[in-house]
Each structure stands twice: as C-alpha cells, then as structure tokens.
C-alpha cells in the first residue's frame, strides 16, 4: 500500500504545474487580475512551496503571507481552487490541472495574496474575557472531561478560514461577528470554571441570530473543530432559552439596546 | 527628504512570542508606554510551535519532585556551563507562573483527581512538564495574547520589521523599521528595547522553526555593542521529520517519547538501550541526537535517511488524544498513519542555547537601556537545553524582562535620538531596491547557499577542517551579499525581507561558527571529532564581542556556585 503511494508521487514529481495567481495592488487602482506560473513540482510539494519560490525567485513583489509552514500558525490562508484553505497544508499532487490562488474574499485585500485580518483581534477585544469564580482554592481542580468539551476550540489556529467562508460574513459583514469568535466565546463559556454566559453577547452584539447553520465553516477547519455543531449550536440553544426566559426578556427590553460594534 | 512615521514610547518590544507578550504585561500593569512589533502577525510567533510542554516542578504526578531536582538537572544537562543564578530562578519561579497562565484562562490536561497533569520528557528526572496534548506554545500564546489585547494598552504593530538599533551615548533610544502592510517607515524613540525575537533555526536547511526566525534581534542587538554568548551551542532535536521533502525537519514532539514511543533502526534494533542503557530514548536531547545520527551514518538509517519511532501500541484512542498534532501532521504530509504504522524521524535544528548576553536577574545586556529574553537571551540552558525549559523560560524572564524594563524606563530620561542616523538607515534599506546602483543578486541564492553550508558543515559532528571551510563560505558570501538587488515596493516585499534577514543570518551564523571553531572540546550540544573530550579547562563560555566591523572572541570562568547550590548537583565528571 505504502509502495504504491510512493510510486504514485514519483510519477508526479519533476512536472511543471501551473499555478494561476492573484495580483492586485489596492492602491494603484488598476483592478486585479490572474497571472500565471509554471513552476517545477517535487514530491510532497503543498501549494505553499509553489507561491514561496515565486515569491523569492521569480516575482519578490507577489504579496504572500506566511511563517510555520507547518499548518500550525494559521497565516497562509487562501482560496485554492476558490476553495478556502491553508496553503502549507495542501498538497500540490491533490489537484488536477490549473492551481488558482487568490486571497480570502471575506476581508479587505492589501496586497496580491494578503489580506487585513485585523478586524479579528478588534472583535477579540470586545469579546467579555475569561472571569474565574471567586474565592476558589488555588491550585484549581478541574475534571479533564470538562476540560476537554473547552479544549476542543482551543485547537483554533486563528487563520481565519472559517470567516473567509461564511456567507454572512462575507455578503452583509456588519451583521455577525462570524464563526471564529463563536468558537472563542465557546471555549471560555465551556471554561469549567468560567462564571459568564457570553451567548446573550453573541446575540445581542455578536449577531449570531444570522448564521443559519450551513455548516461551511466547520467544513473549511484545518484544525477539524465542530465549529457548528459543537460551538455555534449550543450557544444559539443558551441564547434562546435566555431569551425565552420571561424575567429575562423583560430585563432585556428595559435595559440596553443593541450596542454599535466596530468592525 | 526621507519620508517616515514617529513612534513614541517608554518600552518598544521587539516580538510578540510568548516572552515578548509577557513582558508587555509587566510594563502595561505599571501605566508605562509600551509598543510591540513583530515580523508576523499577532499571534503567529514561534511560540505557537511549541508542542511538548512547560517544566514546573509542581510535583502533580511525582510528589518528589521540587524545584530543587529542577534546577540540578537543569545546570546538569546543561553541562555545567549554563548561568546556575538562572537555572535557580528559572525552577523556583516557573510553577507560579503556571498557575499564573491558568489563572488567566489557559487550559492544561488534568489528573485523575484534577490537578494540571505532568509528562515525562528527556533528561528531567520526574514527570514534570504540564501540558495541552501536543499544543501547549498554541495555548500559552493566545492566552497571552487574549490578556494583551484586553489591557488595551499596548500598541500592538505586528507585520513590522525592525532593521536596525539605534543608541546615543551608549545606551538604546531608538529604532528604525518599516510596516510590511503600509510600506511605511517608522523611527522609534523609546527608553528601553526588550529583544524577544527567537533564535536563529532558519540559517540552517533542516530545522523544525517558524521561518521568521532568521536571527534578527540578537544580530540587531550584536550591532547596537551587546554581547553574545555559547553561540556554537545549537541544539538538534532528535526527532523531525524526514519524508516527504518539503516537510523535513518538522518537529515530532519529544512527547511522543514522553508517551512511550520508542526508536529503533532499519534493523529492528531498539539502539537507544545501546547508547544510553538507563536513561534510554528520554535521555537529554544531545545524546538521542547523536545516537539517531550514528545509526543512520552506519547504514541502519532508512532510505529517507531517518530512523523509526513507534507508538503504536498505545493505542488508536490514546494517541489521539494526547497527540493529536502529530496524528494530523503525519496523516496529512505523509500520508502515514501513526495510530498503525511508524514514524520516520532523523535530527533536525530546533533552538539555540546561545544568543545575547544578559544579567540573570534582570534580562539587562551590556547596553544600557536594552534587555533580551527567551531563545534570543543566553544563559540558562547552558550547552544543552531541557525541553519545556523554554517555555518555562519565556515566562518566567518574560516577566523579569518586563519589569526590569520599566523599571529602567521609569527611571531613565530618554537620550536624544539622532535623526539622521535614522534616515540613513531607512536610505540603506531603500537602496536594496534601488536597481540602478548595485548587483543583481537574489538574496535567496545567498540565504540557500547559507543554510546548506550551515547543515552540511556545521552539524551535529563537527570538525576543525570542516567549520573553517563553513567560515570561508561565510566570508564569501559576505562579499557577495553586496551586491543584492529586489524590485518592487516596500510592501510585503519578500525580496527585500530577504535582503534585511540575509544580513542578520549572515552575522549571526558566523558568530556561530567563530565560536564553533574556538571551543575545542566536546560538550553538551557541540561536539568534534577532532577534540571528543570534555575538557576542564573549557568549563567556561564563549563570548562575541564587536569591534568594528569584526567579531572578537573571548572566554569567562563558568562562576562557582554557593555551596547550598551546589550542594543539589551532582558533580560534573570529566573522562
């Protein structure tokens, strides 16, 4: 079995592909345009390895956002094929015929490759932090099944793959805070020792009333978190039982209204 | 008329890893001006790769354990050259600022009876490194991260590179840099520069780091007259990968030796019971390192050039749990199942003991006013580092960096910054992609000629013949580096970043080799098969001093320690 993958790869090595890529500098207002490369293919090789040697042989000025490349630290996110993924995870001999490159459509483009992803970290800001119960004995104790529903979200690389592709985010991107911070709000309510509920949050400022669980994002996960089912889910199911809640809903009416959020 | 933003501050930290993050705590929680910058984006930083763990002898698992078995097999390890005041703090203060992380949100596995769970990693004497699987550098980043972005007060420039230190009388007042996104450049005027900027792993071909890591702090530093010290300590993880190509070198956590894997050659031969009969695949990371490199130079390697390590009989449901990184990553890359099949590993360049010389108190160097912290500091780890001591390590000086640097900066009255040195840098830097004036050398071809230099001749086995060869390439392509020449704009430039890091790499890899060929002895993590020995009268540490456009090399006595210190190790054996 393991022979035949080899002899499979070798057969692949040593072609040129050729990888269509996306080039647009914002700032000169000339629009964007795909433009081609034939590059050399060697085994193993991810897609990543191919816009690298263009961009340090062939064309420095090719815009690419990049550093691990070992599919740890979430930069080198992009639509390949127009599907959203991780560039350094992709590997060159799972695609058939014309590699197209371009950046996340979700967020604004600087450069080629690159887009401004600091949206992300503004909403981070915003996003009620961990508050622990008082008055608890250190060390904490913690049950390591409790741990593991928060730790499940934790895995997130922050590429942001899953805002790329949510159609909410992407078409009406005031509206919803988008999956990425369902999965941060998730993973410190599910904090065993955790004393807020942020699914009101969500719903009142987050916006999370407008996902309507088409699952996209957890499909698109490099790292495989069950953003929908096991984030997004639960916390419209909190949400709504607190909205549903009599005494709640009438605190709710006579208290703040929605807050603006920056986005 | 050279264009360019002013940036003022109290502190300016360079990197945003765990250290440098950190830090800026520290200098935040005392109302100073703190900016951060980083080659990458926030969160991003080599922090992130972190897999293993962090060592804090809270003694969860093995109830002997105590910060004084730490710091003995901390200065032990480290053969007996690492800064003992630092192992001392280090193991001392590490489990509080464990608790400290977990009080700020971070998430370890747990015992049975809920405690922060520990694993057994090389050369630490009981199960010691607190841990979330296979992602613990993922999880102290971003909890860090979340805490610096909550404070609100820290101005946060990640995508910003830094090319050069400026001081004025012999103490720091500044910096100059540009922000990849804009392509505009920035003058920094502070007080006090925290470098927290990494290693060096991407000199070399084969190495398990993050690819910004070229080197840049300690080589920025080593230009602003800070000392460098044990730069010829580079340490070779055991176990990266080797197949397929492209992802050689990718790190396989020591955990999974931690866990139970165990290594054995084409032959079948479990060879760890060979070399190190006690201590066996955990021994400290030098030792494995050279074991794995023997079996694959005496033909027991396999045809990727790696040996075997196996987990497999811990079981499908296990090993996905406690390293799900390792399963995805093997899964993914090389098509390999580690729940059923084994793994193929061989050495590859992980972290570097050696980098700026500082004060083991206070992260100060010998520049006033600039402090260094974490792999781009020195000193604790001597000639060998134990894993899980570095993130252990960016915490605990992380902090003391931090508070130091205010300290300094609360008390300082900032020197006056020279402009023009400033536009004369940020002129340099624009005359990269100045075509008309120069060569029209990719810097590229220079950096690959670099790291194979640097894996072929500067490896784990070194030779006096062989590194004077490296030091000759080096001084080459020094001359050749002259006349590098990109195109384009300033703007995520990957030609003029190339340009700006094959400076630095250059620098710092002949520090590395200069010391390479000075230490004549076998020790820790540098070893000659032209010296095999341990020798007493090298019981001291390299220094990399510059002198004008040179490198001076010299040495310091290793210091005694205070007798109760001493007291805990065992003492150092020479053959």
Request: hydrophobic letters at 35%; proline letters at 3%; one cysteine or more.
């Amino acid at each position: 079995m393991k022979a035949e993958n080899k002899k499979e790869e070798g057969a692949k090595t040593g072609r040129t592909r050729k990888f269509k890529v996306y080039r647009e500098d914002p700032t000169d207002g000339k629009g964007g345009e795909y433009q081609e490369f034939d590059v050399q293919v060697e085994e193993g090789m991810v897609v990543l390895d191919a816009i690298t040697y263009i961009s340090q042989r062939v064309d420095p000025t090719l815009a690419v956002r990049w550093n691990c490349k070992a599919a740890r630290c979430g930069s080198c996110s992009a639509e390949i094929n127009g599907v959203p993924r991780l560039m350094c995870k992709t590997r060159v001999d799972t695609i058939d015929g014309t590699i197209t490159v371009g950046p996340m459509r979700a967020f604004p483009l600087v450069k080629d490759l690159v887009t401004d992803v600091s949206s992300n970290y503004e909403i981070e800001k915003l996003m009620p932090e961990f508050k622990p119960k008082e008055g608890i004995s250190s060390p904490w104790r913690m049950n390591e099944m409790d741990v593991g529903r928060s730790q499940e979200f934790r895995k997130c690389i922050e590429c942001f793959l899953c805002q790329d592709v949510c159609h909410v985010v992407r078409d009406h991107h005031a509206a919803y805070i988008g999956p990425r911070h369902v999965v941060k709000a998730a993973s410190l309510d599910m904090h065993p020792l955790d004393t807020l509920d942020r699914s009101e949050w969500l719903t009142a400022d987050g916006g999370l009333g407008y996902c309507n669980v088409t699952k996209c994002c957890q499909d698109v996960c490099p790292e495989h978190i069950k953003i929908t089912d096991n984030a997004i889910i639960p916390e419209k199911e909190r949400s709504a039982d607190s909205l549903y809640d009599p005494i709640i809903s009438l605190f709710r009416r006579f208290s703040k209204g929605k807050a603006d959020r920056k986005q | 008329m050279v264009a360019y933003d002013r940036v003022e501050t109290d502190v300016l930290v360079m990197g945003m890893g765990g250290a440098g993050l950190r830090a800026a705590l520290e200098i935040v929680s005392r109302n100073l001006k703190v900016v951060l910058v980083s080659k990458s984006l926030l969160g991003k930083a080599h922090t992130v790769m972190a897999e293993g763990g962090i060592a804090a002898a809270v003694a969860n698992v093995d109830s002997k354990d105590s910060w004084q078995v730490h710091f003995s097999d901390t200065v032990a390890e480290g053969v007996y050259i690492g800064d003992y005041r630092m192992a001392e703090i280090l193991a001392k203060e590490a489990p509080e600022r464990v608790y400290e992380l977990e009080r700020y949100g971070a998430l370890f596995d747990r015992t049975p009876d809920g405690k922060i769970m520990q694993r057994a990693f090389g050369g630490h004497t009981y199960r010691r490194l607190c841990h979330v699987g296979d992602k613990t550098g993922l999880e102290m980043i971003r909890t860090l991260e979340d805490r610096v972005l909550h404070t609100g007060n820290a101005k946060l420039l990640d995508e910003t590179v830094i090319t050069k230190l400026l001081a004025c009388n012999g103490s720091v007042c500044g910096a100059v840099g540009f922000s990849l996104r804009t392509g505009k450049f920035i003058v920094f005027e502070c007080k006090a520069i925290i470098v927290a900027t990494g290693g060096l792993g991407r000199i070399y071909k084969v190495s398990s780091n993050s690819h910004e890591t070229t080197g840049d702090g300690i080589a920025m530093a080593f230009e602003a007259g800070a000392e460098l010290r044990d730069m010829e300590m580079v340490q070779f993880h055991p176990t990266g990968m080797v197949y397929p190509p492209g992802v050689r070198g990718l790190l396989v956590t020591e955990g999974v030796r931690g866990e139970g894997g165990l290594l054995f050659n084409t032959k079948g031969e479990r060879f760890m019971l060979r070399y190190s009969p006690e201590k066996k695949e955990l021994d400290a990371r030098d030792v494995v390192a050279r074991a794995i490199y023997h079996e694959i130079q005496n033909g027991n390697g396999t045809e990727h050039g790696g040996v075997y390590l196996d987990i497999t009989k811990k079981g499908a449901a296990f090993i996905r749990k406690k390293l799900p990184g390792m399963y995805e990553q093997f899964k993914e890359f090389a098509g390999v199942d580690i729940t059923k099949e084994k793994m193929e590993v061989a050495p590859t360049v992980h972290y570097f003991m050696g980098g700026i010389r500082v004060e083991p108190e206070t992260a100060r160097t010998n520049v006033n006013g600039l402090f260094a912290v974490g792999e781009a500091a020195a000193g604790l780890h001597g000639a060998n580092r134990l894993g899980g001591n570095s993130l252990a390590d960016i915490l605990v000086f992380g902090r003391r960096a931090g508070i130091s640097a205010a300290t300094y900066a609360a008390t300082s009255v900032a020197p006056k910054l020279d402009y023009r040195e400033a536009e004369a840098e940020i002129s340099r830097i624009n005359s990269f992609i100045d075509e008309a004036g120069r060569g029209s050398t990719n810097p590229y071809e220079i950096i690959d000629e670099l790291r194979d230099t640097m894996s072929s001749k500067v490896g784990i086995i070194r030779n006096g013949k062989d590194l004077n060869s490296a030091l000759q390439t080096i001084t080459v392509l020094k001359e050749r580096a002259k006349s590098v020449t990109v195109k384009g704009g300033v703007r995520f430039n990957q030609g003029l970043l190339g340009c700006i890091e094959m400076e630095k790499m250059l620098l710092v890899a002949e520090c590395v080799v200069r010391s390479a060929i000075y230490r004549k002895e076998s020790r820790g993590a540098h070893t000659r098969s032209d010296f095999p020995n341990k020798l007493k009268e090298w019981k001291l540490n390299i220094i990399c001093a510059r002198n004008g456009s040179k490198i001076d090399l010299s040495t310091v006595p290793v210091p005694e320690m205070p007798e109760e210190l001493n007291a805990l190790v065992k003492p150092e054996v020479y053959a």
